[in-house]
Nanobody
Framework: QVRLVESGGGLVQTGGSLRLSCAAS????????MGWWRQAPGKEREFVAS????????NYRYSVKGRFLISRDNAKNAAYLQMNNMKDDDTAVYYC???????????????????WGQGTQVTVSS
């Protein structure tokens, strides 16, 4: 079965850094856009970052621009999210997503992604 599995979540101090990984299996995601989404308690899932199939197009929500960096390694069938200068508002469950519908761009809408991971908890504390 197709799976996306996130790893690297945990507790980080305010201003610190964390790197999330997304390992895909069951299908090659070379032709897919990859995205990172997050959901904080009491809030809806929101777009964080995305990257197109070749990795030359990226998209970020405004609040993480300059702090987060999405990347991918198609040879490893993996995607990553480097999070720097983390803030308390970054606390959320982070989800990896893959979508083949608009693989040539970096979508920021959930309907562009048909595969989702189970999520990994990221907690930022002062």
């Amino acid at each position: 079965q197709v799976r996306l599995v996130e790893s690297g979540g945990g507790l980080v101090q305010t201003g610190g850094s964390l790197r999330l990984s997304c390992a895909a299996s069951g299908r090659v995601f070379t032709a897919a856009a990859m995205g990172w989404w997050r959901q904080a308690p009491g809030k809806e899932r929101e777009f964080v970052a995305s990257i197109n199939w070749t990795g030359d197009r990226t998209n970020y929500r405004y609040s993480v621009k300059g702090r987060f960096l999405i990347s991918r390694d198609n040879a490893k069938n993996a995607a990553y999210l480097q999070m720097n200068n983390m803030k308390d508002d970054d606390t959320a469950v982070y989800y990896c997503a893959g979508g083949f519908r608009y693989g040539g761009v970096a979508p920021d809408t959930a309907d562009a992604y048909e595969y989702w991971g189970q999520g990994t908890q990221v907690t930022v504390s002062s």
